[in-house]
């Protein structure tokens, strides 16, 4: 039945909506709902007054998100967009005059009842943050199996993307780890899907940017559990060697092998590690002093790697780890040990947030690049990028760089990662914040910075994909995603979002009227 959509003004602050099947909900106006939808972690407009969107929907159920599509889909608004949790950098939550879903409210108690301990998954609500997943997953002594490095960030919102962290190499990325999904499409319907039912659907959500339907329920593959972990640091002056030993350490992945559970990396390009996110590891007593250690143009880089273990297999785990240290050709003197539970190194970002909220650090502008490098052009980005265009200069953020093996990623998925047959590519993430200081990094240096990297890549023929990617034509998309996966793409949106009502906010299509 066609459903009509009636909305009255109720009051300053709410409008009442009805979908002409005799249901009612109520649509915010209030300016603080209004604000908070408009902005996002990039807060990259610079003064720009942000695009609002009409109004901001609080859902009690999935029922309540269905029947508001239902109603956008027949006749009604421009637009509907998920937010999660406001952690994208360019707005790619917002729906600028149209209506955006707070997901992340109904998460609260949401706790219990669903975990099943013998199937070893757990259910989210698709607004859910991953950290509210995990102290759930740890009262029955289990916990998910791929994160990111962050886990204030919403299970739709990294399932959109992919979800990569130092497990990656190992199980995947996030979004190879989940069973099932609830989804409400652009049509309004609720449908389940999984690898058996509904596959397509299945597939086009998991990294679909939130074009297909929005996550109303994910089901989790998770595992016992780890108590402790063990964090290890060791630093490089030779990029080719520190590659080589990243590569060697993520070709141990698979069952009953000895390998580290977790392999990251990252660049120190000056002696800036006060300041930087990941700084706090290399204790005052053990201070590092960058220019004693002889660099390769003037960069470091540091391997990060951890081992988990319970406390029953405390006794095994140094012999396991110095095995796996030994066919490794770090700076000998480098080696930086910690040991703690395995929920604050999970959580360890968080920590850095708290630090760099009190310094008010953390709310400003975030123009961040996050690029896929295929390995076999990784030594040439090292020298155009991390000792070319960043080369002795203060880096204001962390900058990632990580391998991940392409086998663990699902090509149905939307997601995308380098073209080719290559088995393994890197993560590199410059995760910089533009503070207004004395170091000259403003918002529009660090912009201007960002799109050399790009021209470098393309005028070398690097053939880079972005992570999390922002274009804005129809063009750039096309190529972000490639022939063959841009049509298939393209035929998804028409399934599954003919309208193209969802996420307008990631500019890949526009509402049909
Ligand atoms: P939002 O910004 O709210 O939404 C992102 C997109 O997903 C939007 O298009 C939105 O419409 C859509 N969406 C949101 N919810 C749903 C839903 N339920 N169903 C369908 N679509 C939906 N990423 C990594 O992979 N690894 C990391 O280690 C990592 N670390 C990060 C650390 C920080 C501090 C920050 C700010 C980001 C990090 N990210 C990382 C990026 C992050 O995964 C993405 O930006 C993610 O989209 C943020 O989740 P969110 O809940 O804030 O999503």
Known sequence: MCCRLIVTVVGPTVLDFNDGNNNDFQLSTNPSD??????????????????????????????DIAQLIRAAYQQGFPAVSARGHGHSINGQANTAGGVVIEMSRLAEGHADGRIAEEMRYVDAWGGELWIDVLRACLEHGLAPRSWTDYL??????????????????????????????????????????????????????????GQFG???????AVEPAPQRVRWIRVLYSNFSTFTRDQEHLISL??????????????????EGLINNWRSSFFSPRNPVKISSLGTDGGVLYCLEVTKNYRESTADTVDQEIEALM???????ASVFTTDLPYVDFLDRVHKVELKLR?????EVPHPWLNLFVPKSRIDDFDKGVFKGILGNNRTSGPILIYPMNKSKWDDRSSAV???????????????????EDSSGKTLEYLSN?????????????????????????????????????????????????????????????????
């Open 449 to 513: 910075q960002n799109r050399e990297i790009l021209r470098f890549c393309d005028e070398s023929g690097i053939k880079m994909k972005q992570y999390l990617p922002h274009y804005t034509t129809e063009r750039e998309w096309a190529a972000h995603f490639g022939e063959e996966k841009w049509d298939r793409f393209n035929q998804r949106k028409t399934s599954f979002d003919p309208r193209r009502i969802l996420a307008t906010g990631q500019r890949i299509f526009k509402p049909v009227p």
């Open 34 to 63: 209004l604000a908070r939808a408009s902005s996002d972690f990039g807060m990259l407009r610079g003064g720009v007054a942000p695009v609002e969107p009409a109004a901001v929907f609080h859902p009690t159920s999935d029922r």
């Open 152 to 209: 204030y960030l919403s299970v739709g919102g990294t399932l959109s993307n992919a979800g990569i962290s130092g497990q990656a190499f190992n199980h995947g990325p996030q979004i190879s780890n989940v069973h099932e999904l609830d989804v409400v499409t652009g049509k309004g319907e609720m449908v389940k899907c999984s690898e058996e039912e509904n596959q397509e659907l299945f597939h086009a959500v998991l990294g679909g940017l």
């Open 417 to 435: 990662t380098p073209e080719g047959d290559e088995e393994v590519f890197y993560l590199v993430a410059l995760l910089r914040s533009a503070v």
């Open 326 to 332: 030994k066919e490794l050709d770090f700076i000998p």
């Open 358 to 362: 009190a310094k008010n650090l953390w």
């Open 214 to 220: 929005i996550i109303t329920r994910a089901r989790i």
């Open 253 to 270: 992945h698979g069952d009953g092998r000895n390998k580290f559970d977790y392999v990251e990396g990252f660049v120190i390009v000056d």
